[in-house]
């Protein structure tokens, strides 16, 4: 017979082995870091270069033009990632976000190897998962909720 506390954290049974609280901030430590990563990483830097990457951006569905394509994908990396870190419009910012990731992915890379695929496929796995759940109890989403409600 095992130990009832060993079996809750061997078999991660999460309705009495993981506190509420603990989840929350693990979702809220995720979503923080993936947003500002994302900014940092691709998003400020695709902004401060704008007119130089716009030319030869790719426009995946053939009728947006490079420019209108790099304006999305930026609107989406910036303003979607600080919206995701405040956990503002949590599953708007995060659907646009997965959107990219996926437009990129399978689109833009899709003749590539899988490895030039991966990071976005990751991302895209995050930001479905905050589409899906939203920003958590540690967002302003929450907090408008209640307060409007």
Same mark, same amino acid.
């Given at each position: 017979m095992?130990?009832?506390?060993?079996?809750?954290?061997?078999?991660?049974?999460?309705?009495? =082995?993981?506190?509420?609280?603990?989840?929350? $901030?693990?979702? %809220?430590s995720?979503?923080v870091?993936?947003?500002? +990563?994302?900014? !940092?990483?691709?998003?400020?830097?695709?902004?401060?270069?704008?007119?130089?990457?716009?030319p030869?951006?790719?426009?995946p569905?053939?009728?947006l033009?490079?420019?209108?394509?790099l304006?999305?994908?930026?609107?989406s990396e910036?303003?979607?990632s600080?919206?995701?870190?405040? =956990?503002?419009?949590?599953?708007w910012?995060? $659907?646009?976000? %997965?959107?990219?990731m996926?437009?990129?992915?399978? +689109?833009?890379? !899709?003749?590539?190897?899988?490895?030039?695929?991966?990071?976005?496929?990751?991302?895209?796995l995050?930001?479905?998962?905050?589409?899906?759940?939203?920003?958590?109890?540690?967002?302003?989403?929450?907090?408008?909720?209640r307060?409007?409600?």
């Amino acid at each position: 017979m095992i130990n009832p506390i060993v079996s809750k954290w061997l078999f991660l049974d999460f309705k009495t =082995g993981v506190n509420d609280k603990f989840t929350e $901030f693990v979702s %809220l430590s995720v979503r923080v870091a993936t947003g500002l +990563i994302m900014l !940092f990483s691709h998003g400020v830097g695709k902004w401060m270069n704008f007119s130089n990457i716009a030319p030869n951006f790719p426009d995946p569905f053939g009728f947006l033009g490079s420019t209108l394509s790099l304006a999305l994908v930026v609107g989406s990396e910036v303003f979607g990632s600080i919206l995701l870190v405040l =956990g503002l419009f949590t599953r708007w910012a995060s $659907f646009s976000l %997965l959107f990219t990731m996926l437009t990129a992915a399978f +689109i833009v890379h !899709f003749p590539d190897p899988f490895k030039e695929k991966e990071l976005a496929i990751l991302y895209a796995l995050i930001f479905f998962f905050f589409t899906v759940r939203g920003g958590g109890k540690y967002s302003l989403d929450h907090f408008l909720k209640r307060k409007l409600t």
